[in-house]
């Protein structure tokens, strides 16, 4: 189906605060794609359904993190006037399309999703998989195609997801005609943000690893997670050559420094080639490169700690924001899902043909 309106849809899991891992790889992209004016609308999902897949003995986990992640949003600078911001579990359409999309997906094609089997490795879920964190690819799949979503921004390690979302509108418009929107994905343009690492060096940052950098993190708490990151384990004294591949002070460099941040912080290095270029030959301290980045984190992550903390004084506030954003959704699922049923020939009550032709039939 042809959607002349450019819609965004995309969300997070609320499973804990949000990092700069969120951030560097999605959240500020979708403030700039907020603020760009390009796009009709924008809807930002908290995923909690998404999320109880595999923490549904836990869900106490979930409802404290939804006003965590409502405050992260914020925060960074998403506008309720210009993005709706909305809870994944009232928005009930979403379960009821999920439903009639799992008619259209095989086992086998869920099994060789590649996300799906590295989440379930990660989950150590191989005996024993929940059925609706195995079929999560499908509720993904209803969540966008029930806001018409032209445009999905994830990390690279989405894109099946989206490929899989594209297969479900493929096959349900070719059986029932053309009713869903086909979404395209967007990824990060800086590829130092495809997937920061931790800390630690780890290739995930996650709060079970404790290699997080959170965006609701005190100056100092961002400092001493700076000063403590690993770099490169040979590079032992000053006078030592550097490696630059899994040093993870660089990586975080590649994805947040800009040549302004030279001049204003470290004015003897025109721009970051330059930097690199001294680590690798030697003579260069991790801890001035340390220094340097956290003069960088803390420029970027200041105005977020100021945002968040004028939010956190009208949590009533960002309450209405979420309630608010949550009708909205509900209406914009609900046309969709009406215009499913239609196709798929469901809709006994809305259609009045159908009378006519059980008429005719007795």
């Known amino acids: 189906m042809e959607n002349k309106k450019k819609i965004i849809l995309t969300g997070d899991r609320p499973t804990g605060k949000l990092h700069v891992g969120h951030y560097a790889g999605s959240l500020k992209r979708r403030v700039e794609l907020q603020d760009s004016g390009e796009f009709n609308q924008i809807f930002i999902m908290i995923a909690d359904a998404q999320a109880l897949t595999d923490n549904a003995d836990n869900p106490a986990k979930i409802r404290e993190s939804i006003m965590e992640v409502a405050l992260d949003y914020l925060s960074i600078g998403i506008d309720p006037a210009k993005s709706t911001i909305f809870i994944q579990s009232h928005v009930s359409e979403l379960t009821e399309l999920s439903f009639y999309y799992m008619n259209l997906v095989t086992v086998s094609r869920l099994q060789r999703n590649p996300t799906v089997k590295a989440e379930i490795q990660m989950r150590n879920f191989e005996t024993s998989i929940p059925v609706g964190f195995f079929t999560y690819p499908i509720s993904q799949a209803a969540d966008i195609t029930a806001f018409h979503a032209t445009t999905v921004p994830v990390g690279e390690d989405q894109a099946p997801m989206i490929e899989q979302t594209r297969e479900i509108v493929h096959k349900f418009n070719s059986v029932y005609g053309e009713t869903l929107t086909e979404p395209q994905i967007l990824l990060p343009d800086n590829e130092a943000c495809l997937r920061l690492p931790g800390t630690d060096g780890k290739a995930k940052m996650s709060k079970s690893l404790g290699n997080c950098i959170y965006l609701s993190d005190t100056e100092e708490d961002v400092r001493k997670k700076i000063m403590s990151m690993f770099t490169d384990p040979d590079h032992i004294r000053v006078q030592d050559p550097g490696k630059l591949e899994g040093n993870t002070v660089f990586t975080y460099l590649d994805a947040f420094s800009k040549e302004g941040h030279f001049a204003e912080y470290l004015p003897e290095y025109a721009n970051l080639d330059e930097l690199k ?45 979420l309630r608010e954003g949550s009708r909205a959704a509900k209406e914009m699922a609900a046309e969709t899902l009406r215009e499913v049923k239609h196709a798929m020939r469901i809709d006994y009550f809305e259609d009045a043909a159908f009378l006519a032709e059980q008429k005719g039939r007795f």
């Open 277 to 321: 270029e001294h680590y690798k030959r030697g003579g260069l301290g991790d801890v001035k490169v340390k220094k340097f980045l956290n003069s960088v984190m803390q420029e970027e992550l200041s105005p977020i700690r100021a945002r968040r903390a004028e939010y956190e004084k009208n949590i009533e506030g960002v309450y209405e924001i």
